[in-house]
Every structure is written in C-alpha cells, then in structure tokens.
C-alpha cells in the first residue's frame, strides 16, 4: 500500500477515534445532567448510580479524546475500559426500553455500535502494548511510556 494512501486511512481511523470518544463524554453529560425520568425511575433506591454511570461515560470519553487527540495511547487502555463499563451500563439501562419505539431501537443499536469500537480500540491498543524486547515489567512500562501513537506507522514486510 502506497504511503500516501496508508496516512490517509490512519487519519480517517485517527479521527472515527475521536469521534466515538467524544461522543462516550457527551453521553456521559447527558447521564449527568439530562438523565430521562423512566430511568431515574428505575433507579428511584439508588440514584447514586447515575453518577457512577455518568463519571464511567466522561472519564472514558474525555481521557480517551485527550490521549488520542495527544496521541498518547497508553492513557487511552484504561479510557476504553471505562468508557466500554459505562457504555454497557447504558445499554443495559436503554435495553429494557430498546423496543418502546423505533427512537430507542436506533438509540440502542448506535450503543452497540459504540460499544463495538471501544472493544475494537482497546483490542488495537493491547498490540501497542506488547514488544518483545522487553520482557520484564519495568522495562515493558518505561518502554511503553516512551513512545506515542505514530503519525505514520513503519510496516516491516
């Protein structure tokens, strides 16, 4: 594959990234400050779980965007795993009204979409994770917080 065209993927890639996290820290905000009153409802015994929801969703989000933005991937592997908690929370609060109307069905399959590529990142980014020259875990995290995510990545073929 030509340079040129290889960049050109890697940026697309680059910026579905961005999107998906920036979209994760809007749920988040929207779990904060705009939660629908059926779930505030459900949750009428423990409303503390909104903001547990909530901070997942923006801590995911926003430290994801950051470290991808910054392209600084090692803060981005514990970003997906909050960001997929948070996700699957809010699948699990919209799956119970998934088939209420044909709004909720779009709005749970766009969570599973999200859901998709938060599990497709944090899979990527355990390859970024692993080199084998350096076995041990001291030298694994010096060497990890050493590099960045390439703005073009060198393929050895």
């Known amino acids: ?4 065209r290889r960049r050109r993927f890697e940026a697309i890639i680059r910026i579905i990234d961005l999107v998906v996290y920036a979209a994760v820290f809007v749920g ?5 400050v705009g939660t629908p009153a059926t ?13 547990v ?12 965007f950051v470290g991808r933005l910054m392209r ?5 592997v514990p970003a ?25 069905s779009v709005a749970v399959a766009l969570v ?7 599990v497709r990142r944090w899979a990527e ?5 692993t080199d084998p020259d350096h076995s041990d875990f001291r030298s694994r995290m010096a060497e990890a917080l050493r590099r960045k995510t390439p703005n073009f990545v060198q393929r050895h073929e």
């Open 53 to 64: 929801w909530a901070f997942l969703l923006l801590a995911g989000g926003g430290v994801g």
């Open 125 to 129: 980014l355990q390859i970024f994770a």
């Open 39 to 51: 779930v505030v409802d459900e949750l009428e015994s423990a409303p503390w779980l909104i903001v």
């Open 1 to 4: 594959m030509p340079a040129d």
């Open 28 to 32: 988040g905000v929207y779990a904060l």
């Open 80 to 104: 997906t795993v909050l960001a997929a908690f948070g996700i699957l929370i809010y699948f699990v609060v919209l799956g119970r009204f998934a088939f209420a109307s044909i709004t909720s």
């Open 72 to 76: 600084r991937w090692m803060v981005e």
């Open 112 to 118: 599973l979409v999200a859901m998709g590529l938060m």
